[in-house]
Structures are given as C-alpha cells and as structure tokens.
C-alpha cells in the first residue's frame, strides 16, 4: 500500500547571518527530531521535535525585491519621488 506524502516547500532565514534556506517540509505519523545550521555562518537555523520533517535543505540566492538591471541610455527612467498619485499633480 503506497502513502501519498504531500511536501511542501518552506523557507527559513539564519538568525545570525540572515542567508535564506530552502527545506522540503513532510509529514511524519511519529514524532521525529533534528535540525540544521546556517551554510554560511554556521549558526542553528532551525530546530524541530514533532509530527514534521525537514530535509533537503540547502542556501539560496535572493535577489532584492526592487532591484532591477543598469540599462545604459535608459532615457525613460525616473526617480521615483513616493507619490502614488503623480498625474495628479498641477
């Protein structure tokens, strides 16, 4: 008889050097313990005693939020000044 196992994707921020981790969360029907350290730094990222488990784990590269690529000759960027409503403007 096969179990169908769902995995779920979770992403977990060293404490110390803030470097994101990227783990495969299951289910387990026992409780189970472990943990991981930070790639980087070394530090406990996580730990667990429970009905889940974490393994797969492994340091990812995020890119910020609103960075975007230096386009040379980009005469249509503009500084953007925080109002949300520049139309409005006389």
């Not at 783990?23 to 406990?44: L, P, Y």
Request: hydrophobic share 35%.
């Amino acid at each position: 008889m096969m179990i169908n196992q769902t995995k779920t994707t979770v992403i977990f921020a060293c404490p110390q050097c803030n470097l994101a981790h990227e783990v495969t969360q299951t289910h387990s029907h026992t409780k189970k313990a472990g943990g991981f350290d930070c790639a980087e730094c070394g530090a406990a990222v996580h730990f667990w005693y429970g009905c889940f488990v974490y393994s797969d784990w492994r340091a990812m590269t995020v890119l910020p939020l609103l960075q975007r690529p230096n386009i040379a000759n980009d005469t249509q960027d503009q500084q953007y000044d925080g109002d949300p409503f520049p139309a409005r403007r006389a």
